[in-house]
C-alpha cells in the first residue's frame, strides 16, 4: 500500500519558472513532512520540512505548501535554475525523525531544468 | 563535520551468499536507520537503532537485520541474497532522542550498491 503518493514522476521546466511537485497522504497520523533532493550517486538530502500546525513554509526559493483536509503537500520552487536538476523526493512520518514505520517516501520526481 | 559514511560503496555479491554493510553516523547522533532504494520501489524503510536497541522495523523478510554498536556505528546483514536484493543502501543518522529538541532531520549517507547476480 503506497501511503504517499507523487506526481509528477518526471518534470521539465525553463530557467526562471516555477516547479511544482504533489504529494497525497493517507495516513491520518502522519505530523511530519520533509522533502528531500538528490544527486546521482548521492543520498538524499533535506531541503525542507513543515509541520501540519502551519499551511505554508518558506525557505528561500522553496517552499512548502500544506493542506490538512485534502491531506496534501506540494513543494514550489521559484526561479529555476540548472543546478536544480534532481530527484525530489516527498516523505511523511508520525515523528520528526521517522515513526513506526520510519519515515515513507513517494517514489520520486525527476526534475530537469532547460537552460 | 564529517558526514554519515557508508561501507563499502559498490559490492557484488551471487545468489545465496551473504553481505554485512557498515554505517559510521555523525559524531553526536545516536540514531541510524536504514533504507532500500530501488528504481521500482523507490526508498523503503528497513529498520531504525537507538542506543544499541532496535526501536522500528520496516516490512522486510527476516533475511535482513542489523545491529548497532556502542558507539552508535550500525551494521545490516542480508543473508540468502536474492536476485531482487540488488539496490542502493542507504544508511541515515539523526539525533533522535525523540525529544521535543529532536529537529527530525536525518542525514544519509551514499549508500551501498549492493549487485546480486
Known amino acids: 500500500q503506497q501511503q504517499v503518493k507523487q506526481s509528477p514522476q518526471s518534470l521539465i521546466v525553463q530557467k526562471g519558472g516555477i516547479s511544482i511537485i504533489n504529494c497525497a497522504y493517507e495516513?491520518?497520523?502522519?505530523?511530519?513532512f520533509p522533502w528531500y533532493q538528490q544527486f546521482p550517486g548521492k543520498g538524499p538530502a533535506l531541503l525542507i520540512a513543515?509541520?501540519?500546525?502551519?499551511s505554508e513554509k518558506k525557505e528561500g526559493r522553496f517552499t512548502i505548501s500544506f493542506n490538512k483536509s485534502a491531506k496534501q503537500f506540494s513543494l514550489h520552487i521559484m526561479d529555476s535554475q540548472p543546478g536544480d536538476s534532481a530527484t525530489y523526493f516527498c516523505?511523511?512520518?508520525?515523528?520528526?525523525?521517522?515513526?513506526?514505520?520510519?519515515?515513507?517516501f513517494g517514489k520520486g520526481t525527476h526534475l530537469i531544468i532547460q537552460p | 563535520k564529517a558526514g554519515v559514511t557508508q561501507t563499502p560503496r559498490y559490492l557484488i555479491k551471487t545468489r545465496g551468499q551473504q553481505v554485512t554493510l557498515s554505517c559510521s553516523p555523525i559524531?553526536?547522533?545516536?540514531?541510524v536507520s536504514w533504507y532500500q532504494q530501488t528504481p521500482g520501489q523507490g526508498l523503503q524503510f528497513l529498520f531504525e537503532?537507538?542506543?544499541?536497541?532496535?526501536?522500528n522495523k520496516g516490512n522486510f523478510p527476516g533475511r535482513f537485520s542489523g545491529r548497532q554498536f556502542s558507539n552508535s556505528r550500525s551494521e545490516m546483514n542480508v543473508s540468502t541474497l536474492e536476485l531482487g536484493d540488488s539496490a542502493l543502501y542507504l544508511c541515515?543518522?539523526?539525533?533522535?532522542?525523540?525529544?521535543?529538541?529532536?529537529?527530525?532531520?536525518?542525514?544519509f549517507g551514499e549508500g551501498s550498491r549492493l549487485t546480486v547476480l
Open positions: 559524531s553526536g547522533h545516536r540514531s
Open positions: 516523505a511523511a512520518s508520525g515523528r520528526p525523525g521517522g515513526g513506526a514505520d520510519g519515515l515513507t
Open positions: 541515515a543518522s539523526g539525533r533522535g532522542s525523540g525529544l521535543l529538541s529532536n529537529t527530525g532531520e536525518l542525514f
Open positions: 537503532y537507538f542506543s544499541e536497541t532496535q526501536r
Open positions: 495516513n491520518t497520523a502522519f505530523d511530519y
Open positions: 513543515i509541520r501540519p500546525d502551519v
